[in-house]
């Protein structure tokens, strides 16, 4: 189970920073993402982090988004800084067990004022 939480509103240029606490299976193994799905768009990958600390972002996010974990607190991040109009959407948690099992989060709305 996943619970994600920080969202809000925010100006432009503001920063955010959401968290997802997991519960249940073996955090540490398992690869943590977060994505984004805006009104009328897909569900798209923003930002994913393996066991062993690797990371990937989205081209549209790169520079201004850092993704992190916390194995002892069963947590993991997501730092936004320098958002964007663009960025408004729902965020999601996502975690993958090496068993392929996947779990989501509620979603937290993160709107970004021009």
């Known amino acids: 189970q996943l619970q994600a939480s920080g969202g809000g509103l925010v100006q432009a240029g503001g920063s955010l920073r959401l968290s997802c606490v997991a519960s249940?299976?073996?955090?540490?193994?398992?690869?943590m993402g977060w994505y984004r799905q805006a009104p009328g768009k897909q569900r798209q990958l923003v930002a994913r982090?393996?066991?062993?600390?690797?990371?990937n972002y989205a081209d549209s996010v790169r520079g201004r988004f850092t993704i992190a974990r916390d194995n002892a607190k069963n947590t993991v991040y997501l730092q936004m800084n320098s958002l964007k109009p663009e960025d408004t959407a729902v965020y999601y948690c996502?975690?993958?067990?090496?068993?392929?099992?996947?779990?989501w989060g509620q979603g937290t709305q993160v709107t970004v004022s021009s």
């Open positions: 249940g299976g073996i955090f540490s193994n398992n690869v």
């Open positions: 996502n975690s993958l067990a090496p068993s392929g099992l996947t779990a």
């Open positions: 982090i393996t066991s062993g600390g690797s990371t």
